[in-house]
């Protein structure tokens, strides 16, 4: 299996990528990523700074992402809600 990776990183720092087993070559604007590379490369997806010489990917490490990251909202539910909830749920169950 091959991957491809698109050279240019999105606006988050993120790089598109896609595997397959019929990649023998990338499309414009992506590099194919070369056997000796493919482990370190899928551990640094989808945000990974790419080293490309004359269009052949040389190098990868570990990129970062661009921007806030995201941010998990205030939980709606307190654990007593989840008590209640199951308190009712075991009653209607007849347990």
């Known amino acids: 299996m091959a991957t491809i990776i698109k050279i240019a990183a999105g606006a988050n720092g993120a790089h598109a990528n896609q595997s397959g087993a019929g990649f023998t070559e990338a499309p414009e604007g992506y590099v194919l990523v070369p056997p000796e ?31 806030e990251p995201h941010v998990r909202p205030e939980a ?14 075991m009653e209607g169950l007849g347990v």
């Open 37 to 67: 590379l493919e482990g370190a490369a899928r551990g640094y997806l989808p945000f990974i700074d790419l080293e490309v010489v004359d269009g052949v990917l040389v190098g990868v490490s570990q990129g970062s992402r661009i921007g």
């Open 76 to 89: 709606r539910y307190t654990p007593r809600d989840k008590d209640d909830f199951l308190a009712g749920l």
